[in-house]
Nanobody
Framework: QVQLVESGGGLVQAGGSLRLSCAAS??????MGWFRQAPGKVREFVAA????????YYADSVKGRFTISRDNAKNTVYLQMNSLKPEDTAVYYC??????????????????WGQGTQVTVSS
C-alpha cells in the first residue's frame, strides 16, 4: 500500500509563493492529484498530473498561478504555488488516482490520501 506524505505548507502573505511536496513510499504508476479543503467547505480539486508528466490539469481558480510537476525517480509530486491569495488558504492533500473513470477532477477517483499540509495566506 502506498503512503503519501505532504510537506511545504506554511504561512505566507498574499502575493507570495510556496512549494508543496508529496513524497510516496513507492512507485505510483498513476496520475497524481492535489486537492484542498478549507474549513466548512468540501474538498476541491486543485491540480493533477499524469504518470509521464505529459498531461497536467488545473482548476480554473489556480490556472496560471500553480504548477504541478513530478519526479518519478524520487517518487515525489510537487505543487508550485505563486501569487497566492487569501482564498487559497486550506489544507492541501495529495492522492493517487486509482479509479477507472476518465475524469481527474473527482476526489472519488483517488485513494491513499496523505495527512495534508496547511497553507495559510494572509491579506
Amino acid at each position: 500500500q502506498v503512503q503519501l506524505v505532504e510537506s511545504g505548507g506554511g504561512l505566507v502573505q498574499a502575493g507570495g509563493s510556496l512549494r508543496l511536496s508529496c513524497a510516496a513510499s513507492g512507485r505510483t504508476f498513476s496520475t497524481m492529484g492535489w486537492f484542498r479543503q478549507a474549513p466548512g467547505k468540501v474538498r476541491e480539486f486543485v491540480a493533477a498530473i499524469s504518470w509521464s508528466g505529459s498531461s497536467t490539469y488545473y482548476a480554473d481558480s489556480v490556472k496560471g498561478r500553480f504548477t504541478i510537476s513530478r519526479d518519478n525517480a524520487k517518487n515525489t509530486v510537487y505543487l508550485q504555488m505563486n501569487s497566492l491569495k487569501p482564498e487559497d488558504t486550506a489544507v492541501y492533500y495529495c492522492a493517487v488516482k486509482i479509479g477507472t473513470l476518465q475524469s481527474v477532477y473527482w476526489a472519488g477517483e483517488y485513494a491513499y490520501w496523505g495527512q495534508g499540509t496547511q497553507v495559510t495566506v494572509s491579506s
